[in-house]
């Protein structure tokens, strides 16, 4: 390489003896250029995944592998890593929108549409419900499906709706909470698992169930005869409860007295029986002692319970006796 002077001198811009050689000048600019592709990459080529996620690496926009959570180093434009959330808890909302909700697939688009159902007896209700869901298989939940969670959106809906035709009104508004859910719950995680979504079902739970605001105050009113009624019901079974074993108590109570008093008797008038017949065994062997002896017996159950005793002599004769046959009203005090 030369250059020209006006004068027609030739000059070179290196020092003499300086040989040009074009292929080590290319290797070099190619040795500069892969330092700082080195340098780019070691700068930008790292990249964090938190602690409830997983990277899964695409080379060239197909699966390569697994990254867990910490550094992962990804190729500049070539490799590319997309953190897939394993570890939380996500849910879709159904009826209803939380704001500022972290997860942008949770929220309703269309809440009143998507919680107006038609129960098995033709009558509508407003059923608003949750499911809880996690990640499970980060590369099936990738590739597996389009659009995972819209596909769960829409099957939850329809189970939903199929679970809430098989059951009349009065069992979604009271008393089939629980077996919706479970139903529900059951019939979602065999079809995520059917679609091969990557997610499974962790709950399935129904948030206030209300009838239309057209008919809000029939139904009011059908709830409130209804707690009357249990009410009544409640109160008649605490009276029942309270009467019906006092009584059996009281009848028990009376059986027992009856079976004492029977008793008595019986063995009254046995041991009555024995004892004449043991008084007339003696009589018969000693007629007029045995009955000085009875009238003595008498005589002495009877005179303890008189208040006064008066004894007469049979044998004065021509006296007239004065007996006071009116007690006195009140005694008189006694003497000191």
Known sequence: ????????????????????????????????????????????????????????????GAYHSTEGPGLAYAIPYVDEITLVPTQRLLKLEFGFTTPEATNGFQGDQQPEDTETMITGDLNTALVPWVVQYRITDPKQYLF????????????????????????????????????????????????????????????????????????????????????????????????????????????????KQAEAYAFRRVNGAKGDTEKFSLLLTEYAKAPEITRRRLYFESMEAILPALERKVIVDDSIKGVLQTLPLMAPTSKPAPQP
Do not use: C
Not at 34 to 60: A, E
């Open 144 to 255: 597996g499906a389009r659009e995972p969670e819209q596909t769960l959106r829409d099957l939850s809906e329809s189970v939903m709706r199929e679970v809430i035709g098989d059951r009349t009104v009065d069992e979604v508004l009271t008393i089939g909470r629980h077996d919706i859910e479970t139903a529900a719950l059951g019939r979602l995680a065999k079809l995520s698992s059917e679609y091969g979504l990557g997610l499974q079902i962790q709950q399935v739970q129904l948030a206030t169930v209300r009838p239309p605001p057209a008919v809000q105050a029939a139904f009011n009113e059908v709830n409130q005869a209804q707690q009357e009624k249990q009410t009544a019901i409640n109160q008649a079974w605490a009276i029942y409860n309270d009467a019906v074993p006092n009584a059996r108590g009281q009848a028990k109570e009376r059986e």
């Open 1 to 60: 390489m030369q250059i020209t002077t006006s004068s027609g001198s030739s000059a070179s811009p290196f020092p003499p003896g300086f040989k040009f050689r074009p292929f080590r000048f290319v290797l070099g600019i190619i040795g500069v250029i892969g330092i700082l592709l080195t340098l780019f990459s070691l700068l930008f080529g790292f990249v964090s995944i938190p602690t409830n996620s997983v990277g899964v690496k695409l080379r060239f």
